[in-house]
């Protein structure tokens, strides 16, 4: 099955739906958005991802309709949307409280929005009908919020969102409320619903592995502005800075200075008397430039021997294991006092661990499974 990948941030001629034209947003002396542009496309299911305070949901009211801009212009498919007011935006906004009616069933909070909008009761009729069925709530339509689950109130809050056909509809932090396994659940039905609606969905999270798992493009934010903007295997695999690199996922960050060793390929001084590590990096760095070196846990090898034609080979001495389950983190304390995490899949039963405290292992990963960062 030859499906065409969905990527239009990197066709030229697409118009995208949403544009930042450098926003600012200043509460008093405080800057939430700094000077910020970003263009978000039709039927992408956007994540804006960063910790408390970086200015993630300030962006979401703005689009709304709650903030305006202090500086700079929202664009919604092709008109500033500054002098419009919320309710005659295109865009509508599902709380993480949810916020439903208690006293209405299920049936009327998903109509609420569509009776006061005048329509027909037979297009009310219809329109419901297919939100509840693109909800899986057909059985529940007769009920109060207080009568169905956690994960069904979610539901019910989608489909009202869903009910007026917005071209944009804006998720702040919308599976807060629900516990671990239903979340998972829920993210599956999100991108499912998304997709079946082709509605663009723009998404406010802290929660990286949910940015990760529903995005088709995840923006990093700190302190107002954007540190990165791409498909969520970019920003795991390539990201630009060590702050990417470190807000998601593990990471192992060695600093040290750079020297030319080859085509695309650098020495990396790193710590006294040590063999310098090397790392392939498309960015040219200057001979003696400082730099940081990212390795994911799970890219670096644990072996009792040092590996034979190992790229990179380390030895140190087990300080920490943390077992979890499917995986086992091992941190490994090496001779400069830095201690770097590798993690190995548990295929066998724990008794046979090959590694335990104290040990002396030796840690490898190849040239190319680091990245190469300058800041």
């Not at 000077?35 to 689009?63: H, N, Q, V, W, Y």
């Not at 069933?105 to 609420?112: G, M, P």
């Not at 019910?156 to 239903?182: H, I, Q, Y």
């Amino acid at each position: 099955m030859n499906q065409t990948v969905f990527a239009p941030w990197n066709d030229p001629a697409e118009k995208p739906l949403i544009r930042f034209e450098n926003v600012t947003k200043r509460f008093g002396a405080f800057t939430a958005i700094d000077d910020l542009t970003l263009d978000i496309f039709e039927k992408e299911f956007f994540a804006l991802l960063g910790p408390s305070g970086c200015g993630k949901t300030t962006m979401m009211r703005m689009l709304a309709g709650f903030e305006a801009p202090t500086a700079g212009r929202i664009i919604l498919a092709g008109q500033d949307i500054a002098p419009v007011p919320p309710n005659k935006r295109a865009v509508n906004m599902m709380f993480q409280s949810y916020a439903l009616f208690p006293h209405l069933s299920v049936y009327e909070n998903i109509a609420f929005g569509l009776r006061r909008g005048n329509m027909p009761k037979h297009d009310i009729d219809d329109r419901v009908g297919e939100m509840l069925k693109l909800t899986r709530l057909e059985k529940f339509a007769r009920r109060k919020p207080h009568q169905i689950s956690g994960g069904q109130r979610q539901r019910v809050a989608l489909a009202r969102s869903l009910a007026k056909a917005p071209k944009l509809l804006l998720l702040d932090e919308p599976l807060g409320a629900l516990d671990a396994k239903l979340r998972q659940a829920t993210q599956f039905e999100l991108m499912d619903i998304q997709e079946k609606t082709g509605t663009t969905f723009v998404i406010v999270t802290h929660d990286q592995e949910e940015a990760m798992t529903v995005a088709s493009r995840v923006a990093v934010m700190d302190e107002g502005r954007i540190m990165q903007v791409a498909t969520p295997e970019r920003i795991y695999e390539v990201p630009e800075s060590v702050y990417v690199a470190d807000f998601i996922g593990d990471v192992n960050i060695i600093q040290g200075t750079a020297k030319p060793s080859g085509a695309q390929q650098y020495a990396i001084h790193w710590a006294e008397g040590v063999a310098p590590l090397t790392a392939a990096s498309e960015r040219v760095l200057a001979d003696g430039q400082t730099c940081h070196l990212a390795v994911r846990p799970e890219k670096i090898a644990i072996s009792a021997e040092r590996p034979v034609d190992a790229d990179n080979a380390v030895q140190g001495t087990i300080l920490d294991i943390a077992y979890l389950g499917n995986l086992s983190t091992y941190h490994v304390a090496l001779p400069g006092g830095q201690v770097i995490k590798a993690q190995t899949a548990n295929t066998r039963r724990v008794s046979r661990r090959s590694f335990t405290w104290e040990d002396t292992v030796w840690i490898s990963w190849t040239t190319t499974a680091g990245v190469l960062l300058e800041q």
